[in-house]
């Protein structure tokens, strides 16, 4: 079964920094898109950043100038470095990959920004 770990989460002060890993196992043949969403209290999900194979990235909005997603192939694993972090930032952060067609998730680590 394809698996994502999400580690990294925790608390940190507004204006901080904290970088997010993702892990992902259990397939065979290579990920089209890799990203991170995020879901906060009472809110819908949003898309955070995505990677494609061939390292173009998208943001939102919000996050453009803050964030940067990088993904490293050889070890199946996503990244999102994230700087100047404000409380509304607080959430429970989401792995997504795109593997035949199909979206496969993490279970979430959550990032608290609060001083």
């Known amino acids: 079964q394809v698996q994502l770990v999400e580690s990294g989460g925790g608390l940190v002060q507004p204006g901080g920094s904290l970088r997010l890993s993702c892990a992902a196992s259990?397939?065979?043949?290579?990920?089209?898109?890799m990203g991170w969403y995020r879901q906060a209290p009472g809110k819908e999900r949003e898309l955070v950043a995505t990677?494609?194979?061939?390292?173009?990235?998208n943001y939102a909005d919000s996050m453009k100038g803050r964030f940067t997603i990088s993904r490293d192939n050889a070890k199946t694993t996503v990244y999102l470095y994230m700087n100047s972090l404000k409380p509304e930032d607080t959430a429970v952060y989401y792995c997504?990959?795109?593997?035949?067609?199909?979206?496969?998730w993490g279970k979430g680590t959550l990032v608290t920004v609060s001083s």
């Open positions: 997504r990959v795109t593997l035949r067609g199909m979206y496969y």
């Open positions: 259990g397939f065979t043949g290579s990920i089209a898109t």
């Open positions: 990677i494609t194979s061939t390292r173009d990235t």
